[in-house]
């Protein structure tokens, strides 16, 4: 054991000369390891929010099959915001996105140069607008014809959106 000892305590004598050399490029490796951890975060937060957007896009299907309206407009709504918040940590490489978004904030997510967002943005509020469970008037009669095709405009967007996501996430490679 004593043999050990000595040369634990040899070897950190020379550490103290040893590690100002290399500690420039300890500290660069520590750096990338960093952000690659923060890629990793991202990626992992982005997907999440995306396959929670896929999940309610199905749910609200399921919805509208059993003739469950309110809700399929509620999950809708769910599945756009879900997407929106992928968007949102994408470009602000924020993991954690704020609880709510505001057209403000949603205009520029889905606003391109080749597509407008005006659209997709207003589409989105009145989604919100619909669902809303504290504005829902009960004797307001919701129209299968016309939730379906909400529920389509909705599919049509989370396809763009989602096409737009996987193209940005594959430049983050």
Same mark, same amino acid.
């Given at each position: 054991?004593?043999?050990? !000892?000595? %040369?634990?305590?040899?070897?950190?004598?020379?550490? /103290?000369?040893?590690?100002?050399?290399?500690?420039?490029?300890?500290?660069? $490796?520590?750096?990338?390891?960093?952000?690659?951890?923060?890629?990793? !975060?991202?990626?992992?937060? *982005?997907?999440?929010?995306?396959?929670?957007?896929?999940?309610? *896009?199905?749910?609200?299907?399921?919805?509208?099959?059993?003739?469950?309206?309110?809700?399929? =407009?509620?999950?809708?709504?769910?599945?756009?915001?879900?997407?929106?918040?992928?968007?949102?940590?994408?470009?602000?490489?924020?993991?954690?996105?704020?609880?709510?978004?505001? $057209?403000? @904030?949603?205009?520029?997510? /889905?606003?391109?140069?080749? /597509?407008?967002?005006?659209? %997709?943005?207003?589409?989105?509020?009145? %989604?919100?607008? $619909?669902?809303? /469970?504290?504005?829902?008037?009960?004797?307001? *009669? =919701?129209?299968?014809?016309?939730?379906?095709?909400?529920?389509?405009?909705?599919? @049509?967007?989370?396809?763009?959106? @989602?096409? !737009?996501?996987?193209? @940005?996430?594959?430049?983050?490679?």
């Amino acid at each position: 054991m004593a043999r050990n !000892r000595s %040369i634990t305590e040899a070897h950190c004598n020379h550490q /103290v000369g040893f590690t100002p050399r290399f500690q420039e490029r300890y500290n660069s $490796m520590q750096s990338v390891f960093r952000h690659n951890l923060d890629d990793y !975060r991202l990626r992992n937060t *982005i997907m999440g929010y995306h396959e929670h957007s896929k999940y309610h *896009i199905k749910l609200a299907i399921i919805m509208h099959s059993h003739n469950q309206f309110q809700a399929c =407009l509620i999950l809708c709504d769910w599945a756009l915001a879900s997407l929106i918040k992928a968007l949102y940590i994408q470009k602000y490489r924020a993991v954690h996105p704020p609880k709510e978004l505001t $057209m403000n @904030e949603i205009l520029p997510l /889905v606003h391109t140069d080749t /597509v407008p967002g005006l659209d %997709i943005a207003l589409f989105i509020g009145t %989604i919100q607008h $619909m669902s809303s /469970v504290g504005e829902f008037n009960q004797d307001r *009669i =919701l129209k299968a014809n016309n939730i379906k095709k909400l529920l389509q405009r909705t599919e @049509e967007i989370l396809k763009e959106l @989602e096409n !737009r996501l996987k193209h @940005e996430l594959s430049e983050l490679k």
